[in-house]
């Protein structure tokens, strides 16, 4: 079958498919490895530059990085500060121009006005802006409109869609071909172009450097009039219109080296306060923390607070319920006596006894229980009366001997009954049951667990027997002797219970003045704790911390650090770079 197959047509083209496939993935391998191999060569040899440019460094002690553009960089520095000469110049006549002539007649700008903002703009520039609005309010519409369109019905839109993409073809000129392929399509491919060159795609960054950096014409150079005064502090752009390449060149290195000045001096900055900032920060820290932790005992008061009413709460609803079933008990056997059924008539009551939880193997006297409770009682009154002190010496009546005398023997010489034999058990593991508290609570629990299945038997008879002579069972014989949990809602003012909606309500509103005093007490904390590190930032730093008052209070006041060393470093800072550029000007 595999030889029929392969010898088939099918069997030929699935040949000649995987054999294509091949060719692609050695093809696509090929080119994978050029491109890893490609990179790999430029990224050594941009090394190799490097490394020739840091050995030549240091050869002629030359610090100035070497840069293969160098030439290209320093011409568009050039130009690029010429450009904003000129800009500043221009737009330094226009605000001029905009208080004394807005006709611009005397600076030899164009009629300039000014905006709401302040800002100062010719008349010709506010026109293409709110052209620019324009046409941009047209496309919004125009597209809003294509929505529109589109959103109607589809078979309209289908059919608009369908004239879109099938144009007219025999309206067409069919352009000159040649191999059948058009020639603008050889064109675009390079098939015509003898040498093989491809035209290089730009980018668009490409393209708007391109366009910032070619050479511009000059605007047309304003002047300022006699008796017209530039503002304090503004540089004479105008001035600066001639400058020639190497004043600009001069001018942008200082300007660089002004601005890595500036970076150093900031880096210095920030290491020199390195250690004093962190131990701000963990000052900081440390009060913040100290106040969440006020907040928690405040808060751990109030959940006490609370969990003890609820307790109260809690414990009053108990007794209530124990009530409620005490009552429901006692008109449930009422009602059974008015119907014939009593505890002494009922059969079967009888036969229920105590069953006492955990005590099983252990014979229990139920007569007991109630001189063990009168002893207790005895001893707690005899406890009252006296002190505090414990009498070692008393001892418990249970505890005590019983000592048989020789003449208390009967005929034969032995002992009254059987004196090896102990009651509920023998042999040395026997212990007798103590009547403790414990014992006592476990057997009333069992008592009362009999009595009440002794009660329930008595209203399942009645019960029975209502339904089987046909008489409607009192309400009182249906409700079970637990009839539920009672609910705890608050009283309010009008003396009404409050409704699960308004304990929703109520509590959400708890929720929302909780958030409210949560987010006070945190921005209290942060400031507290802003303050603190503050003082510990100009502690470790040597300031002086001074209140408002001007004295020199650590504790209370508004942190005012002084800055005379700062001032000081600032005017140091302005001669050195008074010396640096008169230094400059001279080199020039």
């Given at each position: 079958?595999?030889m029929?197959y392969e010898?088939?047509p099918a ?17 696509r ?9 490609k ?11 490097k490394?020739?440019a840091?050995i030549?460094?240091r ?13 290209r960089?320093?011409?568009?520095d ?13 737009k330094?006549?226009?605000?001029l ?5 807005p ?13 709401e903002n ?7 520039g506010l ?12 496309q919004?519409?125009?597209q809003e409109?294509?929505?529109?369109v ?5 078979h ?14 025999a309206?067409?000129?069919?352009a000159?071909?040649?191999d059948?392929?058009?020639l ?7 098939i015509?172009n ?9 980018s668009?960054t490409?393209?708007r450097?391109?366009e910032?950096?070619t ?16 503002p304090e ?8 219109w ?8 001069r ?13 150093k001096a900031?880096?210095t900055?920030?290491q020199?306060g390195?250690?004093e900032r ?17 907040w928690k ?12 009413y609820?307790?109260i709460?809690?414990?009053e ?5 124990v009530?409620?079933?005490e ?6 056997l ?12 009922v059969e079967?009551?009888n036969?229920i ?5 955990g ?5 229990v ?11 207790a ?9 006296q ?5 070692l010496?008393?001892i ?17 010489g032995e002992a009254p009954g059987?004196f ?16 403790n508290?414990k014992v ?8 009362d ?11 399942q008879?009645?019960?029975e027997h ?6 409607e069972?009192?309400?009182v014989?249906?409700?079970p ?7 705890s809602?608050?009283?309010?003012e009008?003396?009404?219970l ?10 959400r ?10 987010k006070?007490?945190r921005?209290?904390a942060?400031?507290v ?17 001074v209140?408002?008052?001007g ?12 800055s ?6 600032e ?5 050195n770079?008074?010396?640096r550029g008169?230094s ?5």
């Open positions: 079958m595999n029929e010898q088939s069997g030929f083209a699935q040949r000649a498919k995987d054999a294509e496939w091949e060719r692609k993935q050695r093809l391998e090929y080119r994978v490895a050029s491109r890893r191999e990179r790999n060569r430029k990224a050594d040899e941009k090394k190799q530059r490394l020739n840091t030549l460094r050869m002629t002690r030359n610090p100035e990085k070497y840069n293969k553009n160098a030439t960089n320093r011409m568009r050039i130009i690029a500060e010429r450009h904003r000469i000129w800009q500043e110049a221009v330094q006549a226009q605000r121009a905009a208080v004394h002539d006709s611009g007649a005397k600076f030899n700008v164009e009629a300039v006005t000014t905006l302040g800002s100062v703009v010719t008349l010709i026109q293409r802006r709110k052209e620019r609005e324009a046409e941009r309010e047209a919004k519409a125009a409109n294509t929505e529109l589109k959103s109607g019905s589809p309209e839109t289908e059919v608009e869609e369908k004239a879109v993409q099938e144009p007219d073809l309206s067409e000129v069919p000159t071909t040649q059948s392929i058009n603008e399509r050889r064109a675009l491919m390079g015509d003898p040498a093989g060159e491809t035209v290089r795609n730009i668009k490409q393209q450097k391109l910032k950096f050479p511009k014409p000059p605007p047309q150079k304003p002047f300022i009039p006699d008796g017209i005064a530039l502090g503004e540089e004479d752009w105008l001035a600066l001639h400058l020639s390449d190497e004043e600009l060149e001018r942008v290195l200082r300007e660089k080296r002004r601005k890595a000045a500036e970076r900031l880096r900055k920030q020199q390195k250690v962190r131990g701000a920060r963990d000052e900081k820290r440390r009060v913040y923390r100290e106040e969440k932790l006020a005992t405040i808060k751990e008061a109030e959940k006490q607070t609370r969990n003890r609820k307790a709460e809690e414990e609803i108990k007794k209530i319920e009530e409620l079933n009552a429901n008990r006692k008109e449930g009422e009602c059974a006596a008015k119907l014939g059924f009593t505890l002494e008539n079967g009551v036969d006894q105590p069953r006492v939880l005590m099983k193997g252990k014979e006297d139920f007569d007991k229980l109630e001189a063990a409770e009168k002893a009682e005895a001893r707690k009154s005899e406890k009252l009366k002190s505090n002190r414990v009498d010496g008393a418990a009546d249970e505890s005590r001997a019983t000592l048989i005398r020789a003449g208390d023997r009967d005929g034969n059987d090896l034999q102990f009651e509920g058990g023998e042999g040395q593991d026997y212990e007798e049951l103590s009547y508290h006592r609570r476990k057997l009333h629990r069992a008592l667990q009999a009595q009440i299945k002794k009660e329930m038997l008595v209203r008879k009645a019960l209502c339904e089987a002579n046909g008489i069972p009192p309400e014989l249906k409700v002797y637990k009839f539920g949990k009672i609910e809602h608050r009283t309010l009008s003396g009404e409050e409704t699960a909606k308004q304990e929703r309500v109520r509590k509103m708890e929720l929302v003045e909780y958030n409210k005093a949560a006070v007490l921005k209290q942060k400031a704790a802003t303050e603190a590190g503050l003082r510990k930032f100009a502690i470790l730093m040597g300031k002086d911390v209140d408002a008052d004295d020199t209070n650590m504790a209370d006041g508004d942190i005012q650090m002084s005379e060393s700062s001032s000081e470093e005017e140091e800072k302005e001669e770079d008074d010396k008169s400059d000007s001279d080199s020039d």
